[in-house]
């Protein structure tokens, strides 16, 4: 499930979750990027892993955007994940 662009309080206090199995059958529906703590949590990382990543530079997605509003391409993420060659 990808998250509303613009989120109510309560949704903002919700975990991100990362793309569900139904996401990744429907591609043709997910937007061009991604915020990153979707991307992160799809890859399994959880929060301090994932920015850990970011600054060590391991990360395995591009990042767009500055901290607090990092986004990744979606295309990259399923690439990697071997959904989209």
Not at 55 to 67: N, Q, V
């Amino acid at each position: 499930m990808v998250p509303m662009a613009h989120a109510t309080k309560a949704e903002e206090t919700k975990p991100e979750v990362g793309l569900t199995i139904a996401d990744l059958e429907n591609v043709q529906n997910l937007p061009p990027v991604l915020p990153f703590e979707v991307a992160a949590k799809t890859l399994g990382y959880g929060r301090s892993g994932s920015y850990a990543a970011v600054k060590a530079g391991t990360f395995p997605l591009p990042i767009i955007g500055g901290p607090g509003k990092w986004s990744c391409p979606t295309l990259a993420l399923l690439k990697l994940l071997g959904v989209y060659e």
